[in-house]
């Protein structure tokens, strides 16, 4: 069976420090990996994705996230934070030889940012 | 492009009522899927459809939880009768295509939700 586990539940940061979320998965396959960024009251949206080509995944709004097999981990990582970075974040692995490309998410990790 | 709509945003209901969400998809999306979030976790897949047929409800609670997707586009997702611990944001997603092997057309597009309070 798939799943990924977040490893914080919270993680706090000031701005312009970088920003690490962690995420381990389990996988019997090669995995579809991705992250997703919720904020307040918003829907879910896709930061990156990770499909077996290179191995550190660049996203959206300066995030990029690196596969790591040896670890099963897929951290996600921003340089430098922003204070509009505050949100939930998730980890999520597709289901794999499933017609329906099932998500599965993790528990999510909330990113405070202080000014 | 206009993006999933949901209605409505949120809902109060007593335990035993009934309640319905609506979603409308992205246009020209054939896959819909209808995700439960309880608060503190991730969300979770209730039921997929392919155009206007099911392709998973493993997860879906059959003796009080239904959905359709009539004509292959709207959906509703209709809880009766509701208990407590079906207080969460129901999530709509929809996708181009939802193959075995991921392509970018499979990228899941989630509307805003709708919260839903049980008493």
């Known amino acids: 069976a798939q799943s990924v586990t977040q490893l914080d539940s919270h993680v706090s940061v000031s701005e312009g420090t970088p920003v690490l979320l962690r995420c381990n998965y389990s996988?019997?396959?090669?995995?579809?990996l991705f992250w997703y960024v919720q904020h307040p009251n918003k829907g879910l949206q896709l930061l990156l994705k990770?499909?077996?080509?290179?191995?550190l995944v660049k996203g959206i709004n300066g995030f990029e996230a690196e596969f790591k097999k040896s670890e099963t981990s897929f951290h996600l990582t921003k340089p430098s934070a922003h204070m509009s970075d505050a949100a939930e974040y998730f980890c999520?692995?597709?289901?794999?030889?499933?017609?329906?490309?099932?998500?599965?998410f993790g528990q999510g990790t909330e990113l405070s940012v202080k000014p | 492009e206009a993006g999933v709509a949901q209605s409505p945003r949120y809902k109060i209901i007593e335990k035993r009522q009934s309640v319905a969400f609506w979603c409308n998809p992205i246009?020209?999306?054939?896959?819909l899927y209808w995700y439960q979030q309880i608060l503190g976790q991730g969300p979770k897949l209730l039921i997929q459809?392919?155009?206007?047929?099911?392709?998973?409800d493993s997860q879906l609670p059959k003796d009080r939880f239904s959905a359709e997707r009539l004509k292959g586009v709207d959906s509703t997702l209709k809880i009766q009768p509701a208990k407590l611990e079906d207080s969460a944001v129901y999530l709509c997603?929809?996708?181009?295509?939802?193959?075995?092997?991921?392509?970018?057309?499979?990228?899941?597009?989630f509307g805003p939700g709708t919260r839903l309070t049980v008493l």
């Open positions: 990770y499909t077996s080509a290179a191995t």
């Open positions: 996988s019997s396959y090669s995995p579809s």
């Open positions: 999520v692995v597709r289901r794999i030889y499933n017609q329906g490309g099932k998500l599965i």
């Open positions: 997603a929809s996708s181009l295509t939802s193959g075995g092997r991921l392509r970018d057309t499979d990228t899941q597009y």
């Open positions: 459809f392919q155009n206007n047929g099911v392709v998973d």
């Open positions: 246009s020209g999306h054939a896959t």
